[in-house]
């Protein structure tokens, strides 16, 4: 399931209640994102960083692998 940071907060409902595992292409965005997640009750298990061409992922764009 990839979910932008930008929507995020619209829809963040649509992920299951499991651990979840999150990539982000920075460290603002991963800080910003596992704030959000975890203040939701998410329970983050694990997260990495990725740096991908621009064309291949829009900045800002997180994944929440679901174990």
């Known amino acids: 399931m990839n979910i932008p940071y930008?929507?995020?907060k619209r829809n963040y409902r649509e992920i299951p209640p499991?651990?979840?595992h999150v990539?982000?292409?920075?460290?603002?965005e991963l800080n910003?994102?596992?704030r959000y997640l975890r203040a939701k009750?998410?329970?983050v298990a694990?997260?990495?960083?990725?740096?991908?061409?621009?064309n291949q992922k829009q900045k800002g764009e997180i994944c929440c692998g679901i174990r």
């Open 23 to 28: 990539i982000a292409t920075d460290q603002l």
């Open 46 to 54: 694990s997260y990495s960083l990725t740096k991908r061409q621009w």
């Open 41 to 43: 009750g998410f329970e």
């Open 18 to 20: 499991v651990s979840i």
């Open 32 to 34: 910003l994102g596992l």
């Open 6 to 8: 930008a929507y995020l």
